[in-house]
């Protein structure tokens, strides 16, 4: 794929600017937020209904029907038009996967019904209505309940990052995101009669205190500094001096200057110089914000996705020693988080020590996946992106990444419908399940030490964390379905939303939707795999688990392990204390 195709569209603005709805707005001022999809585009697995103009409104008093779980629930408001006349009529609510969990037959109803959301969740409202007439109606709209509010040393301590581009930047941080970008441009500066950078007002941003921001360059350079009027290509300066005069003057004019700052924004995609000119360009903009802010950290290359070569390349003419931390985009071809993805993270920590740098500081700034055809990347359903998402954050918290950076919260006017549909939110502000996703995944991560592991084998995927006295672990499966039993019961266990999951009665059975779990013996986190057996129905085998308990499927006692005739063909995990230390024994039931 040429870079050209790899151009996502993003660069439209000098800095992204939030763009807020006026219900939305209503909403944020505390006096009600409609939340019907009915003026956007159908995108790829995006199951809302469309209607314009519809008799049955679905509001709530949030942004985005969007609730924190904090003891009182959380409720949309169904307004009928003419309820005397509707013949027949029915509303449902289902969760992500399309489970049903309310079923309501709304035929000589009143006006008004309140529809109650429990507990935390993802929630998928639909509404239709037969009129006398003949006519139809239909509406839907999303809502969710997300865990309680993050402390916010708890939250600017996280490495989880959600850009909100376009959105309102206290939605993401309502997720549980404490990092976000902002995006300037130098191609509008203009020079005095000496040749000097006169000064630009840059309009201050709305709103990013209490967030890590990381800001960035973008767009061609001006003409009078390349010699060329470039539409979207990026030309080295002709003068370098200049060059270095521009970013000072930059640097200054924009208030509240951020205290990171990658360079330039995937730079190699309409680069015009050579290589060793990209190097030079990068620290000649290093220099520059230094000299006038000492204090922020500088990053690069931004590069739109992890290529391990090519970096290696900028690093021999000398790319490092400019920065302060390695910043890039992880973007992939569609493809899951187990493959390419979380290979070439892997790939860049292992190059990263083999050059003396291992603990040189990695910031993944860009990744994400679209619900829609019409950009470079493959299209998967909402329910996929939320599972991507959530195994994407677990698998880098494995890794000694100091910030991940979604993309995107939600995107707005983007040039085709796959660009606005890499967003989490939909066009209304209402939740995608992926939303859902990253502030189960931020708020059961929060806190976590520098102890982690991940364990995996076959499609298992065991990600295990220290956090306070406990040991918190995910587990989820990529192929097929597998069963996973632990000794120790749960102090608790959940969803990639936040449902709770029950033990049945210490067996999950996994897919490829991450259950997350918490233990109350921090061990737990120093579990040795090995040892795998092959078991039949019925079956009695020696283990050297030291305890004696039960499950549906098995029986350990004396040493033994009893295969029951009921348990399920296929793969299993079985974790127990041994003399040892806990121990997870993966076999198959043939």
Same mark, same amino acid.
């Given at each position: 794929?040429?870079? #050209?195709?790899?151009?996502?569209?993003?660069?439209?603005?000098? =800095?992204? $600017? +939030?763009?807020?709805?006026?219900?939305?707005? /209503? %909403?944020?001022?505390?006096?009600?937020? @409609? %939340?019907n999809n009915s003026d956007t585009a159908a995108v790829a697995g995006d199951s809302s209904v469309k209607t314009t103009s519809s008799p049955i409104q679905l509001v709530s008093s949030n942004p985005g029907n969007i609730f924190y779980d904090n003891g009182s629930d959380g409720s949309v408001s169904v307004n009928l038009t003419n309820p005397d006349k509707i013949v027949s009529g029915a509303l449902s609510v289902t969760d992500e996967k399309g489970n049903v969990l309310e079923n309501i037959d709304i035929k000589a109803r009143s006006g008004f019904l309140k529809i109650a959301l429990p507990s935390k969740g993802y929630y998928r409202i639909k509404a239709? /209505?037969?009129y006398m007439d003949g006519s139809k109606a239909e509406n839907g709209v999303t809502a969710a309940v997300i865990g309680k509010q993050l402390a916010e040393n708890e939250r600017l301590a996280s490495f989880f990052g959600l850009w909100h581009l376009n959105g309102d930047i206290r939605i993401s941080g309502a997720a549980g995101s404490g990092w976000t970008r902002r995006m300037w441009g130098l191609k509008d500066y203009k020079v005095d009669g000496a040749g000097k950078p006169l000064p630009f007002d840059f309009a201050k941003p709305p709103i990013d205190k209490g967030y890590n921001l990381i800001g960035t360059l973008a767009w061609p350079l001006p003409a009078w500094l390349t010699g060329v009027e470039a539409k979207k290509e990026l030309y080295p300066p002709e003068d370098w001096g200049r060059f270095a005069e521009l970013v000072e003057r930059f640097a200054r004019d924009v208030p509240d200057f951020p205290p990171y700052f990658e360079v330039f924004n995937e730079p190699e995609v309409h680069w015009k %110089?050579?290589? &060793?000119?990209?190097?030079?360009?990068?620290?000649?903009? @290093?220099?520059?914000?230094? /000299?006038?802010? $000492?204090?922020?950290?500088?990053l690069g290359p931004t590069l739109y996705r992890i290529d391990v070569p090519k970096l290696e390349r900028l690093v021999d003419l000398g790319l490092l020693g400019s920065l302060d931390g390695l910043s890039i985009h992880a973007y992939v071809y569609g493809t899951k988080p187990e493959a390419e993805f979380f290979d070439r993270v892997r790939e860049l920590k292992t190059y990263l020590s083999s050059i003396g740098k291992a603990e040189f500081p990695v910031y993944i700034t860009e990744f994400g996946w679209t619900t829609a055809k019409g950009t470079w990347q493959e299209p998967i #359903?909402?329910?996929t992106q939320a599972k991507y998402l959530s195994r994407a954050f677990l698998l880098l918290a494995t890794e000694d990444i100091k910030a991940a950076v979604y993309f995107c919260q939600l995107y707005r006017n983007a040039p085709n419908p796959g660009e606005e549909a890499f967003s989490i939110l939909h066009q209304d502000h209402t939740p995608k399940p992926a939303f859902v996703a990253f502030a189960n995944a931020s708020r059961w991560l929060a806190g976590i030490s520098q102890e982690r592991r991940l364990v995996q084998n076959g499609g298992l995927n065991l990600a295990l964390f220290l956090k306070g006295q406990t040991a918190a672990v995910a587990a989820w499966d990529t192929g097929g379905g597998s069963f996973l039993s632990f000794e120790s019961e749960p102090l608790a266990a959940e969803d990639m939303t936040?449902? $709770? +999951? $029950? =033990?049945?009665?210490r067996t999950f059975k996994l897919d490829d939707s991450p259950v997350f779990m918490s233990f109350v013996d921090p061990n737990l986190f120093d579990m &040795?795999?090995? #040892?795998?057996? &092959? +078991? *039949?129905? %019925?079956?009695?085998?020696?283990?050297?688990?030291?305890?004696?308990? @039960? #499950?549906?499927?098995? *029986? +350990? &006692?004396?040493?033994?392990l009893t295969v029951m005739n009921s348990a399920p063909k296929g793969r299993h995990t079985i974790i127990g204390m041994t003399s040892e230390g806990w121990r997870a024994i993966p076999f198959d039931v043939q």
């Open positions: 794929m040429s870079s #050209d195709n790899v151009l996502k569209g993003r660069p439209g603005y000098h =800095a992204f $600017p +939030v763009f807020v709805s006026a219900a939305l707005l /209503a %909403g944020l001022l505390g006096y009600g937020c @409609a %939340g239709s /209505a037969r %110089g050579t290589e &060793a000119e990209l190097v030079r360009f990068i620290g000649a903009i @290093a220099q520059g914000i230094r /000299a006038v802010h $000492p204090g922020t950290k500088v #359903d909402e329910l936040g449902r $709770p +999951v $029950p =033990a049945e009665p &040795a795999v090995k #040892d795998p057996l &092959a +078991v *039949n129905r %019925g079956e009695v085998k020696p283990v050297p688990f030291t305890g004696e308990w @039960a #499950d549906r499927f098995f *029986n +350990v &006692a004396k040493g033994t």
